[in-house]
């Protein structure tokens, strides 16, 4: 049986990519690169491993199932569409490159919502298309 895309999931594969890549990094202190990197230099303590090897398997799911589902071209196309989406922000006045904490914002926001259509593009385009997906199994 095939699952069919609903904005629940959808909002549920959302939250875990910004998790995954706000916790990974962002402008502030509070993420894993700084607390691994911390102000004593680099902490190699088991916990710090622990956390890094879970976010490293989350990225290693949503970068597969990204480029799995939507391919080279589509994530290609994505960040295209998101760099147009700055770009536009920019020439609206909305956003100034002056700030290079609200573009690093912004696109950690964008780079966490392409993860997420990334990782539920197999379930949006049978929505659209009636085409299923399914995986290449060498034999």
């Known amino acids: 049986m095939y699952h069919s895309f609903d904005f629940g999931s959808f909002m549920l594969r959302l939250v875990f990519a910004l998790l995954?890549?706000?916790?990974?990094?962002?402008?502030t202190d509070w993420s894993y690169?700084?607390?691994?990197?911390?102000?004593?230099g680099i902490r190699l303590e088991?916990?710090?491993?622990?956390?890094?090897?879970?976010?490293?398997?989350?990225?290693?799911?949503y970068l597969r199932a990204t480029f799995m589902s939507m391919g080279w071209l589509?994530?290609?196309?994505?960040?295209a569409l998101f760099a147009a989406?700055?770009?536009?922000?920019?020439d609206m006045?909305?956003?100034?490159?002056?700030?290079?904490?609200?573009i690093s914002w912004l696109i950690l926001l964008l780079l966490s919502l392409l993860l997420a259509v990334g990782i539920s593009w197999s379930h949006i385009r049978r929505r659209l298309t009636g085409q299923i997906d399914v995986d290449e199994i060498e034999t």
């Open 46 to 61: 088991p916990l710090v491993v622990i956390v890094g090897l879970v976010l490293l398997i989350g990225w290693i799911i």
């Open 20 to 27: 995954l890549v706000f916790g990974t990094w962002n402008p």
């Open 74 to 79: 589509g994530v290609i196309l994505g960040a």
């Open 85 to 90: 989406v700055i770009w536009l922000f920019v």
């Open 33 to 40: 690169l700084g607390w691994l990197i911390g102000d004593e």
């Open 93 to 102: 006045g909305w956003l100034t490159l002056d700030d290079p904490g609200m």
